[in-house]
């Protein structure tokens, strides 16, 4: 592959200078101030790409999903909008709790927008956006580990101006925004957006009304800016809202290695404990569900259309975010000073169907609200200075409040548990009665309890209920208060006519707090700990209660029998079988079992996942990290047009805690800090009067303790378990061409190369046996821990390219446009597992084209065609349920071909 890459790349750049050589017309130059100062991108010895808001227009950008067609090492991931991320060569992160945060930092305007998701979508009325790659940390107030998203929105201006823009086209796509702007009085100008945006998403919901996983949004913006004759200012007030009517997913189920690949079948295929119960896809008896007639039907209809889906809840996510900044730079006599303050409000709230299926089964839903605020103060050096410098402060504050709801429906495992157990209890544990019970529930004849037994009454009902109201709730709120303060800078030094040399260092002090509070609606004792499992052992009697259970649950009911006296404390002394319990007593015999009887009849029927109460608690916890992070650029320009530069810098990302778990233990524990070491060498140069621009940067990243979440499963439940990968390497190449070959006419070539590998990561997320057969594992105190060293990492296509063209040709009527983009990514895993048609695609191929009529009086007409190959089978996402909660996966797909038509006016 890599040699096809070379032969084109090189096939591209000869095709280039024998057609350059015919037109030496000059580039226009683009302006950036990633350094903080106003530069021609050329002069920026760094890894840089930037575009302005026309090319962003030309090439239908409407989100930062768009860009990844013109950054060739540049990913998103995420399963929904509220979940996205961005990757830069390699770094990035699916964590997307409130507690955690961006290993590529998003900047609106300068301001630091920590929940990545809140600018994601509805682009409208940009300036330009920059993209730095590597660490950024000496120049921007929040530390970038992997890098910086600069977006730049335009200015007010004195002139009077209108623009309307109006779009449809397929795919239910509508855009329609408006701006604004002009001179307000004498120094003061202001401008005015708002725009909207519906597009409709690749996945259907069919069981309510046709709702899909499209984004709906909604934006307006509006800024001032102020000048003097000593300084300038600027304010802005901005409102986003992002709907999404359902939250949508195929789901593959593969029970037999005929129906599926056998590496698909490996990872997917549920354990044979799971497969027991009756189990298909997580948590889920699909014969047991209304919805379907029988197993085989139901995975008929879950394999007949897989951009459509039948679930059980009416699922959504919204987001709402607000934002007030403002920015003041004062132009002293030897300095500028620049004071940056904002306050940013998140809100945002869904409800997925876990399983994705019409079983009521897994539900999560979740509300949450932050609010950030942020103050950085920066002094820099003139424009003229010989020795160009920049030191500031900053500040940022995060506090909020998330609350994740799992609820479990009567045809999920937890439930079916549940209602099991409460049978057994209601025939008499350890009795007789108990087993005809259970034989009645499962033959589906047991009705349930008397209302006079009002406990387990309760429990039937919370375990068979229909309605999602009532369904078993497991509530998990977890509360943040985040602080962070540093300083930062550096300084470039003229060493010669030709050298220069920057330092720079940063230091960051992170402050992370939080409080973690679990609650559910069905605590007793735990379901599995009732229900016989000892049936159809040798020796089984219905009148032996020594026979109904293994020696392993008899340990479980003396744990809680245990637990209970200790909770009880002096009171169990007047409960005569639990004050009967004393040393010489053994799990399972006559004392214990009268013992968690009691305890039953006290406490009721606890249904996963948080089924009794020492899974009911709060921690509060907070933890401190510091880093200094020292930058080194050195730069050499043989001549006025070229440059080659060599960059050593680290980077820092706090650590966290955990979320979405029901184990004080776990909550504690956290997770470290992420480090970032890395060594760039690059070379940037302009050729045939500035009609050709060619940059090259060669890099090296060892990236320590990578935080990793994953569903795992403790004690049988499955959790969000955050752990850090000891150590990375990721070695790169990009390539960037620019060239005017013809009157108009622009070519863009770019290539990006990525090697990314585990150096030492032991995966004890699940028991990988099950999927990997017999091996070693890596940690002694976790079966079938995986060790992952040497393999690739995710979200890092390794060859990558981008060929655009771009023509300008005028007419009597007007300007007409034409633009053409291919993108070719190959090898992009979406997980560390790698199986094609699940957790890993080959290439992923995108062709846009667009047209472009610019009329003299101020309208255009663009015609516009995205993924014009209609590539629509390219996995965007995809989730491994754990084999022992019944298997399975969840996956998203890219939107396929969509074509439409914009009209703007400028007045």
Request: aromatic content about 10%.
């Amino acid at each position: 592959m890599f040699k096809i890459f070379l032969k084109y790349g090189v096939s591209v750049a000869l095709l280039l200078t024998s057609t350059i050589s015919l037109a030496q017309t000059a580039l226009e130059e683009m302006v950036v101030t990633s350094q903080k100062r106003e530069q021609n991108l050329l002069d920026v010895p760094s890894a840089l790409q930037a575009f302005s808001g026309d090319m962003l227009e030309d090439a239908g950008v409407r989100d930062t999903n768009d860009l990844t067609n013109m950054i060739p090492d540049m990913m998103m991931s995420g399963e929904d909008p509220g979940r996205a991320n961005i990757w830069l060569r390699g770094i990035g992160s699916t964590k997307f709790d409130i507690g955690s945060e961006s290993s590529n930092a998003l900047f609106v305007d300068e301001v630091y927008m920590p929940r990545v998701q809140s600018v994601m979508s509805g682009l409208v009325d940009i300036e330009r956006i920059e993209i730095l790659k590597g660490p950024q940390g000496t120049l921007y107030g929040r530390n970038a580990l992997g890098g910086a998203v600069s977006i730049f929105y335009k200015k007010p201006t004195s002139e009077f101006e209108q623009k309307i823009k109006v779009g449809a086209g397929d795919s239910g796509y509508e855009s329609l925004s408006y701006m604004l702007s002009g001179e307000l009085s004498d120094g003061l100008y202001g401008r005015m957006i708002l725009g909207y945006q519906d597009i409709e998403g690749v996945h259907t919901d069919t069981s309510f009304g046709g709702s899909d996983d499209g984004p709906k949004n909604e934006n307006i913006r509006f800024s001032l800016f102020g000048e003097g004759s000593d300084m300038e200012w600027s304010f802005t007030a901005e409102n986003a809202v992002s709907k999404v009517d359902g939250l949508i997913s195929e789901v593959k189920i593969c029970r037999n290695a005929t129906e599926c690949s056998a590496q698909q079948f490996n990872l997917i295929k549920a354990s044979a404990a799971a497969a027991a119960q009756g189990l298909d896809v997580f948590q889920t008896n699909l014969s047991a569900a209304a919805a379907y007639a029988s197993d085989d039907a139901a995975i008929a209809a879950l394999r007949a259309d897989p951009y459509s889906a039948t679930q059980s809840e009416n699922t959504f996510d919204r987001r709402d975010d607000n934002l007030l900044a403002t920015r003041i730079k004062l132009f002293r006599d030897n300095y500028d000073l620049t004071v940056i303050a904002s306050t940013n409000q998140n809100q945002g709230e869904e409800l997925k169907d876990f399983d994705a299926t019409a079983a009521k089964s897994f539900s999560q839903s979740s509300i949450q609200k932050t609010n950030q605020s942020n103050i950085e103060l920066r002094w820099s050096s003139k424009a003229e200075d010989e020795i160009q410098w920049v030191a500031g402060i900053y500040s940022f504050l995060d506090y909020g409040d998330r609350i994740d709801t799992f609820k479990t429906g009567p045809e999920g495992a937890f439930n079916m548990q549940g209602a099991a157990a409460v049978a057994v209890a209601d025939g008499g544990i350890f009795t007789a009665g108990a087993i005809t019970n259970l034989q009645a529930y499962q033959a589906g004849t047991y009705t349930g309890p008397a209302q006079t037994k009002a406990l387990l009454a309760e429990d039937w009902g919370i375990a068979t209920s229909q309605n999602y109201e009532n369904h078993g709730t497991a509530a998990l709120d977890l509360r943040i208060n985040n602080k962070s303060s540093a300083a930062f800078g550096q300084v470039t030094i003229p060493m010669a006519d030709q050298w220069n040399i920057t330092l720079g260092a940063r230091y960051t002090y992170d402050t992370k707090g939080m409080t973690y509070i679990t609650s559910s609606n069905a605590v007793g004792v735990p379901a599995q700990l009732v229900i016989p499992n000892n049936l159809t052992a040798a020796g089984f009697n219905p009148a032996n209660p020594a026979t109904h259970y293994t020696a392993q649950i008899f340990a479980g009911q003396k744990a809680v029998v245990d637990g209970g006296i200790a909770a009880l404390g002096a009171q169990a002394a007047a409960i005569p079988t639990l004050a009967a319990i004393d040393a010489n007593d053994t799990a399972g015999n006559a004392d214990y079992i009268a013992a968690f009887g009691t305890l039953v009849a006290l406490q009721g029927i606890g249904i996963a996942p948080i089924a009794s109460s020492a899974q009911t608690f709060t921690a509060t916890n907070q933890a401190s990290w510091t880093s200094t992070d020292p930058k080194l650029t050195i730069d050499y320009k043989p001549t006025d047009d070229s440059m080659l530069w060599f960059t050593y810098a680290t980077g820092f990302k706090g650590g966290g805690w955990q979320f979405a778990t029901y184990f004080k233990e776990l909550v504690d524990q956290g997770f470290d800090p992420e480090e970032l070491e890395m060594y760039e060498i690059g070379y940037k140069g302009s050729f045939l009067n500035d009609s050709l621009r060619l940059s090259a940067t060669g890099y090296t990243y060892d990236w320590t303790n990578k935080q990793l979440i994953k569903v795992s499963v403790v004690q049988g439940l499955p959790i969000g378990l955050t752990r850090n990968a000891g150590a990375s390497t990721i070695n790169g190449l990009d390539l960037n061409m620019t060239a005017r070959v013809g009157m108009g006419t622009t070519i863009n070539f770019d290539y990006a190369y990525i090697d990314a590998q585990y150096d030492n990561y032991c995966d004890d997320s699940r028991d990988w046996s099950e999927v990997h057969g017999t091996f070693t594992a890596c940690n002694s105190n976790s079966a079938g821990s995986y060790s992952r060293a040497g393999g690739s990492m995710p979200w890092t296509p390794e060859q990558s390219m981008i060929l655009s063209v771009n023509h300008v040709q005028p007419t009597d009527i007007g300007d007409v446009v034409i633009g053409a983009s291919y993108s070719y990514k190959s090898d992009i895993a979406l997980g560390d597992e790698r199986v094609e048609g699940l957790t890993f695609n080959d290439t992923i191929e995108r062709l846009n084209f667009s047209t472009t009529i610019e009329f003299n009086n101020g309208t255009s007409l663009r015609g516009f065609c995205t993924n014009c190959l209609d590539e629509k089978d390219d996995i965007a996402f995809s989730l491994i349920y754990p084999q022992s909660q019944g298997g399975g996966a969840r996956i998203k797909y890219y939107p396929g071909m969509r074509a439409g038509l914009e009209v703007i006016h400028k007045f």
